[in-house]
């Protein structure tokens, strides 16, 4: 009998306990909680203060010839590094239309209508609580973290559906298109329409490129910066919409069918196996390979955009997202700490995030299921949809990097992001605490 990885060495042990870690959806949720937590010590404290308030202004100029990109480290990452961040969101809304939850009407439905509930109660409550300029900020409730939200329910899982995980997972995606059209129709500046010309033709050859059989990863990334992302930059829109549009130009088919696969897989492994070895550390030259045929054909039956999303996965994550956290949560509290949150702003967003989603999600939910448009999700109550649609309320990430967007003047910027910051906080604790006082979930056999 042949031992499993017999060879491995001291070092991989070591990786395989950090890809278990990073390979949990709580895991995710830690580290953006630390991220925000450190923010929020060094921005208010006597000896980090000033540092961490500076920081993130330094300057950052590259040109191309007569075209010049000059922005601060703080817009480098909202505009450039969460572009990337959007592009996984784009891969992930392509994969759940094509072959996951939301790639037929029964799936789709109610997750669908509760991400609508879910988006229009938040905005409304937030409109009834301000007025004036501070109205433009109607779009930070409406928003979602599903990193943050599925690695809370990871910590209740045995006390809810199976189901809820995936309604959870839909509901998010369909609440990340909403906030991408959000940002995209009412948080864009002036428009150039010569630089939205040059991205159409970009995006159109690119869609060409697709249905032609083009599978290059650098194909796609380099026409996708040098050519929607710049475009957007120059056109005065969000650039990270370019994310968006470019993921849904990924080709989302396999090279070869499963069939072929192993029917020559088993070829490649059969010939592998007859082979003579030089010994059982060194490979001859036929072995070799075969070996790399076998990997070539490992990659032709994977999907670009699926390797593409396996591969952002851990860099995006534990990498982009912590960084904008990072970046974005370090509210001063020089302030009146109740005075900030207690702002027409501050109100509007606290109630948006915990009461907008919950009465959102939940009321449309029921209002489905009653009229048989939708199902129920199986093994699920309503007292868990109720503390999913809590969780929901959690808008960290997404209503953070809106807060930006929504407005000019530091200080709604603040009482923003600080309301963001408490609803967030205070939606994962009822959230958990109604999911975590339910009954304990039977494991199916």
Do not use: C
């Given at each position: 009998?042949?031992?499993?990885?017999?060879?491995?060495?001291?070092?991989?042990?070591?990786?395989?306990?950090?890809?278990?870690?990073?390979?949990?959806?709580?895991?995710?949720?830690?580290?953006?909680?630390?991220?925000?937590?450190?923010?929020?010590?060094?921005?208010?404290?006597?000896?980090?203060?000033?540092?961490?308030?500076?920081?993130?202004?330094?300057?950052?100029?590259?040109?191309?010839?007569?075209?010049?990109?000059?922005?601060?480290?703080?817009?480098?990452?909202?505009?450039?590094?969460?572009?990337?961040?959007?592009?996984?969101?784009?891969?992930?809304?392509k994969?759940?239309?094509?072959?996951?939850?939301?790639?037929?009407?029964?799936?789709?439905?109610?997750?669908?209508?509760?991400?609508v509930?879910?988006?229009m109660?938040?905005?409304?409550?937030?409109?009834?609580?301000?007025?004036?300029?501070?109205q433009?900020?109607?779009?930070?409730p409406?928003?979602?973290?599903?990193?943050?939200?599925?690695?809370?329910?990871?910590?209740?899982?045995?006390?809810?559906?199976?189901?809820?995980k995936?309604?959870?997972?839909?509901?998010?995606?369909?609440?990340?298109?909403?906030?991408?059209?959000?940002?995209?129709?009412?948080?864009?500046?002036?428009?150039?329409?010569?630089?939205?010309?040059?991205?159409?033709?970009?995006?159109?050859?690119?869609?060409?490129?697709?249905?032609?059989?083009?599978?290059?990863?650098?194909?796609?990334t380099?026409?996708?910066?040098?050519?929607?992302w710049?475009a957007?930059?120059?056109?005065?829109?969000?650039?990270?919409?370019?994310?968006?549009?470019?993921?849904?130009?990924?080709?989302?088919?396999?090279?070869?069918?499963?069939?072929?696969?192993?029917?020559?897989?088993r070829?490649?492994?059969?010939?592998?196996?007859?082979?003579?070895?030089l010994?059982?550390?060194?490979?001859?030259?036929?072995?070799?390979?075969?070996?790399?045929?076998?990997?070539?054909?490992?990659?032709?039956?994977?999907?670009?955009?699926?390797?593409?999303?396996?591969?952002?996965?851990?860099?995006?994550?534990?990498?982009?997202?912590?960084?904008?956290?990072?970046?974005?949560?370090?509210?001063?509290?020089?302030?009146?700490?109740?005075?900030?949150?207690?702002?027409?702003?501050?109100?509007?967003?606290?109630?948006?995030?915990?009461?907008?989603?919950?009465?959102?999600?939940?009321?449309?939910?029921?209002?489905m299921?009653?009229?048989?448009?939708?199902?129920m999700?199986?093994?699920?109550?309503?007292?868990?949809?109720?503390?999913?649609?809590?969780?929901?309320?959690?808008?960290?990430?997404?209503?953070?990097?809106?807060s930006d967007?929504?407005?000019?003047?530091?200080?709604?910027?603040?009482?923003?992001?600080?309301?963001?910051?408490?609803?967030s906080?205070?939606?994962?604790?009822?959230?958990?605490?109604?999911?975590?006082?339910?009954?304990?979930?039977?494991?199916?056999?």
């Amino acid at each position: 009998m042949i031992q499993e990885r017999e060879s491995i060495e001291p070092i991989d042990h070591f990786h395989d306990k950090v890809e278990k870690l990073i390979g949990n959806d709580t895991s995710i949720g830690i580290i953006l909680f630390l991220s925000a937590l450190a923010a929020l010590v060094l921005a208010n404290s006597s000896w980090g203060s000033e540092w961490y308030h500076h920081i993130w202004e330094t300057n950052i100029a590259l040109s191309f010839g007569d075209k010049s990109f000059d922005m601060s480290l703080h817009h480098l990452i909202n505009d450039g590094l969460m572009a990337i961040f959007f592009f996984m969101v784009g891969l992930e809304i392509k994969r759940e239309f094509l072959i996951g939850s939301l790639n037929s009407w029964k799936k789709a439905s109610l997750p669908i209508g509760a991400a609508v509930g879910g988006m229009m109660a938040p905005a409304l409550i937030y409109l009834l609580f301000t007025s004036g300029e501070a109205q433009s900020g109607w779009g930070i409730p409406m928003a979602t973290d599903i990193a943050f939200t599925l690695g809370l329910i990871n910590l209740v899982r045995n006390r809810i559906a199976r189901s809820l995980k995936v309604f959870v997972t839909s509901l998010a995606v369909v609440d990340d298109i909403g906030a991408v059209l959000v940002i995209a129709l009412f948080y864009t500046s002036e428009l150039h329409l010569e630089q939205l010309y040059y991205a159409g033709g970009v995006l159109a050859f690119l869609l060409i490129a697709n249905q032609l059989g083009v599978r290059s990863v650098f194909f796609y990334t380099f026409f996708g910066i040098m050519g929607i992302w710049s475009a957007f930059f120059y056109a005065g829109i969000h650039p990270t919409i370019a994310g968006i549009l470019l993921a849904f130009t990924i080709p989302a088919r396999t090279k070869i069918t499963r069939r072929s696969f192993i029917h020559y897989g088993r070829k490649l492994f059969n010939a592998y196996d007859r082979t003579k070895s030089l010994d059982d550390r060194h490979n001859s030259s036929r072995e070799d390979q075969l070996l790399e045929e076998m990997e070539n054909l490992g990659d032709e039956a994977r999907a670009p955009l699926q390797k593409i999303e396996s591969g952002l996965h851990h860099f995006v994550y534990f990498i982009i997202m912590p960084i904008f956290a990072f970046a974005n949560a370090g509210v001063s509290l020089s302030g009146d700490f109740f005075s900030i949150i207690g702002s027409g702003i501050g109100l509007g967003i606290i109630a948006g995030l915990i009461l907008g989603k919950m009465i959102g999600i939940s009321v449309f939910s029921r209002l489905m299921v009653a009229l048989k448009i939708a199902e129920m999700p199986k093994g699920a109550d309503w007292r868990q949809v109720i503390g999913v649609a809590f969780l929901a309320g959690i808008g960290f990430t997404m209503s953070l990097f809106i807060s930006d967007l929504a407005f000019d003047n530091p200080e709604q910027i603040g009482q923003a992001k600080m309301a963001v910051l408490v609803a967030s906080s205070l939606a994962a604790l009822i959230g958990l605490t109604i999911l975590g006082t339910g009954k304990k979930r039977i494991p199916s056999p």
